[in-house]
Structure formats: C-alpha cells, structure tokens
C-alpha cells in the first residue's frame, strides 16, 4: 500500500516538472523565435555572406516579409513541447528511481540526462526532422543546390517525406542527436550542480535572477561544446545532403557524419564548424535561461498549490 502511493506521488511529481518544463520552454522559444530562424539559415545556408544575426534577419525580414523569422513556429513549438516534456519527464523519473535516498552528485545527474536525453531523440527525432523542413520551406537560400520543398503542413510533411524518401529519413540525423544527448546532460548538471552551490545544503527557493543567471551559464557551456554536432544535425534534419548508403545505416549515419565535419572544415576551415554560433548561444543561452526560470516557477507553485513539496534527491 505504501509503495502505491509512493508510485502515485513520484509519478504525479514528474508529470508536474514534465508539462512545466514543457510549458516553460514553449513560452521562452516563442519569444526568441527569431533568433533561432537566424541559426538554422547560418547553418543550412553556406553561401551567405552575412554572418552577424542582425544581419542575417535583416536580410530576412527585407527578402521574405515581416513575418518570416516566424516561419515555421507551430511545429517547432510542438516538437519542442514534446521533447521538454518527454526529457523532463524522463530525467526527474529516473534521477527518482535511481537515487532515491542517496545524494545527487554531477557524475550521476550526467548519466541520468544522458538516459533521459536517448529516449528523448528516439521518441522525438521525426518531429524535428519535419519541423526544420517547414520552417525553410519557401525561404531564399543562396545555395543554389537546395531544392525547394512544397508542404502544407505537418501531417503533409510526415506523408511526403514517407513517400519520397522512406519512413527512416524521419529519423535523418538521429546518430549526431544521439551525440547530442550530451548537450542537456551537460546543461542539467552544469545547472543542478550550481543550484547546489548556491543552496549550500539549506533547502530554499532560488530567486529569479539565480536561476536565469545558472540557467544562461549552463547552457551557454553545453552548446559551445557541442555546436558542431548540431549543425550536422540541422543540414542532415534538412535532408538536402546524399550520400551513398551502406548496408549498416549506423555505419552510413556515421560516414555521414565525418564527411560532413571534414567537408565543412575543407571549405570554410575549423571556424566553419561553428558558423552561427553567435546566433545559436544568443538564442540558446536567453531561451533556456527564461525556460528554466518559468520551469521552476511553475514547478513550485503547482507544488505550493497542491500541498506537496518538491522532491528532494532532484536538488
């Protein structure tokens, strides 16, 4: 009977971290949009010349209309409430489960994100692959390589790219996301480890700015470190790179992979492997700083509001 109820507790504590991680999340994506379109142009788009990301949505808004570094919100927006609430959700379930009464270390809340984040990809992956394909649909690219797509809309993409291209192509970059579980594994325990800095061992709730300023270093590490991998990421997501495949799809995702990495380092040199990256950290690091400041506000005060207290071994 104890254990029932420790089971109902523990999952209804996770449900609430889940839809306000989900929540959060949604809400600070909305309002750097923008910057986040002009990330994915820098990336796909190797022949622009502009670098600067006021440059770059200038360029934009002036080609393509006012509204076009909106291009593509609504499915970006439902990837990214799935994929919050399915990481959250895992990550404070397993950090639950596995630790129970013991304490939360960096090591630990490393491989715990990094469970959570390997059934996020898997889950998610088709969901980022049709939403980045919407969200460039119709823009103007300089490379003329690109061919352009003609959806209606998400459900049009996911039948269009099955027909195509096969159901696999759904899961277009799935190794580089797999890498990549590396970058919210960092990101949670660069910012539960600071969170714990700043308690000090006293269970308090951290002010606004703690949490905005831990959840903006965090971040802004986790994607220095990993921008490479998340560029791949974009142009195999995009679906415009062929190569021949092999018998193994790990071993052709793989080969895939390097080419990518060594042609972009041929043609634009080490620095090419983190074009954008000015754009991405100003957009990642507002972004997840916001997200985490309304996660643990919604968080707390649902937990405030029912009566409960937040589970401890999470801080």
Same mark, same amino acid.
């Given at each position: 009977?104890?254990? #029932?109820? @420790?089971? #109902?507790?523990?999952?209804?504590? =996770?449900l609430v971290h889940a839809v306000a991680g989900a929540m959060g999340s949604v809400t600070a994506m909305t309002v750097f949009f923008p910057l986040d379109t002009a990330r994915l142009r820098l990336q796909v788009d #190797?022949?622009?010349? +502009?670098? =600067?990301?006021? +440059?770059?949505?200038?360029?934009?808004?002036? #080609?393509e209309g006012l509204l076009a570094p909106y291009r593509g919100w609504f499915p970006v927006i439902c990837s990214l409430c799935c994929s919050n609430f399915v990481y959250f959700y895992c990550f404070h379930s397993l950090k639950a489960s596995w630790l129970r009464s013991q304490r939360s270390t960096p090591g630990r809340d @490393?491989?715990?994100?990094?469970? +959570?984040?390997?059934?996020?990809? @898997?889950v998610t992956t088709p969901l980022w692959v049709v939403n980045t394909r919407l969200k460039l649909q119709g823009a103007k690219f300089r490379n003329t390589d690109i061919h352009p797509t003609h959806y209606t809309g998400i459900i049009d993409a996911f039948a269009g790219i099955i027909r195509d291209e096969g159901v696999w192509a759904l899961w277009n970059g799935t190794l580089p996301s797999l890498l990549l579980v590396m970058n919210p594994a960092i990101q949670f325990m660069i910012y539960e480890g600071l969170k714990r800095q700043l308690r000090r061992g006293v269970l308090r709730e951290l002010s606004s700015l703690e949490v905005f300023f831990i959840g903006a270093v965090a971040k802004a590490i986790a994607t220095t470190l990993t921008y490479p991998l998340q560029t791949i990421q974009s142009i195999l997501r995009f679906g415009q790179h062929r190569q021949p495949t092999e018998r193994s799809r790990v071993l052709s995702s793989l080969r895939n992979v390097v080419y990518l990495l060594l042609n972009r380092v041929r043609k634009h040199g080490i620095l090419g492997l983190f074009k954008g990256l000015e754009a991405k950290l100003l957009q990642t690091v507002l972004t997840a700083a916001l997200m985490f400041l309304l996660y643990e506000k919604i968080a707390s005060s649902t937990f405030r509001l029912m009566g409960l207290r937040r589970a401890g071994p999470s801080h």
């Open positions: 009977m104890g254990s #029932e109820k @420790l089971v #109902e507790v523990f999952t209804y504590e =996770s #190797e022949k622009r010349k +502009a670098r =600067s990301t006021p +440059a770059v949505l200038a360029e934009i808004i002036k #080609e @490393l491989l715990i994100g990094i469970a +959570a984040g390997v059934v996020n990809v @898997l």
